[in-house]
């Protein structure tokens, strides 16, 4: 069986110690569970159904306008894949385009 992109000098990695067994490999950290957006600290900017939301957050140390879908699991509701989150200067720009897009949904 191969090995494919595999080193085979891992398998015999040792701990540095005269007994030269194999380290244990510390498990990798564990990600953080996904918390309720109710409990997130989350603005809720409007509820645009009763499955989709507005909200403005923090994510990775930049505010975003979060539009997204929400599923219910166990009695909570959590953020699905489905949704955009757009950073404050995307969002300027798609505010300052808001009177185009009138026009043309009004033209459609």
């Known amino acids: 069986m191969s090995q494919k992109g595999k080193r085979k000098d891992d398998a015999y990695a040792s701990d540095g110690g005269s007994d030269g067994q194999a380290e244990a490999a510390a498990p990798p950290p564990r990600k953080a569970a996904r918390q309720d957006s109710d409990d997130s600290g989350d603005i809720v900017a409007c509820e645009l159904s009763?499955?989709?939301r507005v909200?403005?957050?923090s994510w990775h140390g930049q505010v975003v306008v979060d539009v997204r879908e929400f599923y219910v699991k166990d009695g909570k509701s959590l953020p699905g894949k489905k949704g955009i989150s757009l950073p404050i200067d995307q969002w300027n720009k798609l505010v300052k385009?808001?009177?185009e897009?009138?026009?043309a949904l009004a033209d459609a």
Do not use: A, E, L
């Open 50 to 52: 009763r499955n989709r």
């Open 55 to 57: 909200t403005v957050r």
């Open 101 to 103: 897009i009138d026009k």
């Open 97 to 99: 385009y808001m009177p």
